[in-house]
């Protein structure tokens, strides 16, 4: 942000100058600093909506973990006073303890016992199964990772104001070192349109590369995902249907998705997409 002020007052400095007849060659390097001031507020202020948007992430994952734990202590409870081992209270804990009526070995038996009971071990199959498991924890790597230049993204260019999301088709034609922030190319932008964006990885999302369809992520039917609608360069949301079929660790076929609002005669239309055009949707999508 140091650098940012200091071009703040090169540029009122050269403004005032400005005033006085400057010559073009100032009048060319007020444009160049003030176009250089305006690209770095726009990725301070994308930084800060970035920020709020995973610190509400975090709180609903916060709440939600809380929910669950109060649920799975109501349960223990209720076991623990079935089997009358202990008090529902669970202050009747500290109470045993205390009166010495309960060693902590004893607490820690009958903890584990009750615990044990009500925990179903999952079935876990051999041979295939275990290995595709095994698979797809590997796969859950950063999604950046392998993108590179002149890959195409979906690029979310609606500002964070807009009551709806705006999600679209560009090109990767730069990215900074870290992979933080991307310029894109929107190829399909008219002639009174803005075709280029300079967005952060909140607002980018990688599209699955056709030549590696053994590794890209399905979604199962009733999930929600972002996808192109057909014969457009724009993605909406829609529910599958259909997933790709996998034959020898290789997806074979398209999605067949239900977008919002695509209805015809009264009939929700069912469209193929293929797998390279759907994304999962981001968390924080709007609808409007």
């Not at 590696?212 to 014969?231: D, E, K, M, N």
Request: aromatic share 6%; glycine share 4%.
């Amino acid at each position: 942000m140091a650098g940012a002020r200091e071009k703040v007052q090169k540029l009122l400095h050269l403004s005032s100058q400005s005033g006085k007849k400057a010559q073009d060659g100032e009048a060319k390097k007020i444009e160049a600093l003030r176009r250089d001031v305006e690209e770095r507020y726009e990725l301070v202020t994308q930084w800060s909506h970035e920020k709020v948007r995973l610190a509400v992430l975090a709180y609903e994952m916060i709440d939600i973990n809380m929910v669950n734990l109060d649920r799975d202590i109501l349960k223990f409870q209720e076991e623990l006073a079935a089997q009358n081992s202990l008090p529902p209270d669970l202050s009747g804990l500290e109470k045993g303890l205390m009166a010495g009526d309960l060693s902590y070995e004893m607490m820690q038996q009958q903890q584990a016992a009750s615990l044990q009971a009500s925990i179903r071990p999952p079935k876990v199959s051999r041979g295939k199964d275990v290995k595709r498991k095994s698979s797809v924890r590997s796969e859950k790597v950063d999604p950046f990772k392998h993108l590179q230049i002149d890959d195409n993204v979906a690029a979310r260019i609606s500002p964070p104001s807009a009551e709806a999301d705006e999600w679209i088709v560009c090109k990767v034609i730069g990215m900074s070192d870290d992979k933080h922030y991307f310029d894109l190319l929107d190829e399909h932008a008219g002639e009174d349109e803005i075709n280029t964006h300079r967005l952060t990885r909140l607002n980018v999302i990688p599209l699955p590369k056709p030549d590696s369809r053994h590794a890209i992520q399905t979604f199962p039917p009733g999930t929600y995902v972002l996808a192109i609608f057909p014969g457009t360069t724009a993605f909406y949301r829609a529910a599958v249907v259909a997933t790709p079929k996998r034959q020898k660790s290789a997806l074979v076929g398209d999605y067949l998705l239900e977008f919002d609002d695509d209805i015809e005669d009264g009939i929700i239309m069912q469209r193929a997409v293929s797998i390279d055009q759907v994304v999962a949707l981001p968390f924080d999508f709007k609808l409007g």
